[in-house]
């Protein structure tokens, strides 16, 4: 069973960054993919940036040169999030595929006030 711990999230002003962090363990097959989903209050979740294990990234239209996913290794990512706005806020959940298979972590909140 596959286990992700996200951290990073937290309360920033509108303007600011955050850097959210995911690693996931308790497989000897490292994750295919991983990626980014935030869900808002009342919407439905979706995908903020996802990175695969050849390094091939895509992003929502929408957060391109805002957000930036990275790895260090392919159980670790990074969500680095510049000039938030209050829109960005929701939980943001990171998710590991591996194969078929996906797992996903329990997310981290991030709020950002106007």
């Known amino acids: 069973q596959v286990q992700l711990v996200e951290s990073g999230g937290g309360l920033v002003q509108a303007g600011g960054s955050l850097r959210l962090s995911c690693a996931a363990s308790g497989s000897i097959f490292s994750c295919n993919a991983m990626g980014w989903y935030r869900q808002a209050p009342g919407k439905q979740r979706e995908l903020v940036a996802r990175?695969?294990?050849?390094?091939?990234t895509n992003y929502a239209d929408s957060l391109k040169g805002r957000f930036t996913i990275s790895r260090d290794n392919m159980n670790t990512v990074y969500l680095h999030m510049n000039s938030l706005k209050p829109e960005d806020t929701g939980v943001y959940y990171c998710?590991?595929?591996?194969?078929?298979?996906?797992?996903w972590g329990q997310g981290t909140q991030v709020t950002v006030s106007s």
């Open positions: 990175i695969t294990s050849l390094g091939s």
């Open positions: 998710k590991c595929n591996i194969y078929d298979l996906e797992y």
